[in-house]
């Protein structure tokens, strides 16, 4: 009867550690998105305006990662389904990144976008190391990503009109910073990944 067990039980374990590879999988995807759009924006090859166009796509991801982990599993529907949105804003990344429009990383715009972006990257990687260390459940991860998908909307917004102005990013920079808090909270709380 025993050895019955055993199988059941390594599957049960091999299980859990390739579903928390398909949420580290996941964040490190939004990590990489943000990089590609940041180093867009450095190097010119996108507007403010392509960079806010595409923050907006990035945060109708962090949303639909938030509904799809809400209930802290992650089926294969929603993984396909993430898995599509992520190919579509990696294919209008590129796409943008090689239009014909140029922008100016040394504007002031940019810049405040460029900074913006790269808090990002930051807090995403904060967060894919809380999912790998098992600091971050589930749950937790789809709160953070909730809170993620607000901030890429407010920069969207910022950016649409292709300038981001003092006051628009003293208002991403407030948001970003309770999403820092909250990421710090999450990760030292006594939850753990099960």
Aim: no cysteine.
């Amino acid at each position: 009867m025993k050895t019955k067990f055993i199988p059941l039980l390594l599957a049960g374990l091999l299980t859990g550690s390739v579903f928390a590879q398909t949420v580290s999988s996941d964040v490190q995807r939004n990590v990489n998105q943000q990089t590609r759009i940041e180093e867009g924006l450095k190097t010119g090859q996108l507007t403010t305006k392509e960079a806010g166009k595409l923050e907006r796509e990035q945060a109708a991801v962090a949303h639909e990662e938030h509904k799809a982990l809400k209930d802290g599993k992650l089926s294969q529907q929603e993984k396909s389904k993430l898995a599509r949105m992520q190919d579509k804003a990696s294919a209008d990344i590129y796409a943008e990144k090689h239009d014909a429009q140029v922008g100016n990383p040394n504007s002031v715009s940019s810049k405040r976008m460029q900074a913006d972006v790269q808090r990002n990257v930051n807090q995403q990687q904060r967060v894919e190391n809380g999912v790998k260390s098992g600091e971050l459940s589930n749950h937790e991860v789809a709160k953070l990503e909730k809170g993620q998908a607000r901030v890429d909307h407010k920069e969207a917004v910022a950016a649409k009109n292709g300038h981001v102005g003092a006051a628009e990013q003293r208002n991403i920079e407030h948001a970003e910073n309770h999403q820092s808090k909250k990421i710090h909270k999450e990760k030292t709380d006594d939850q753990v990944r099960g």
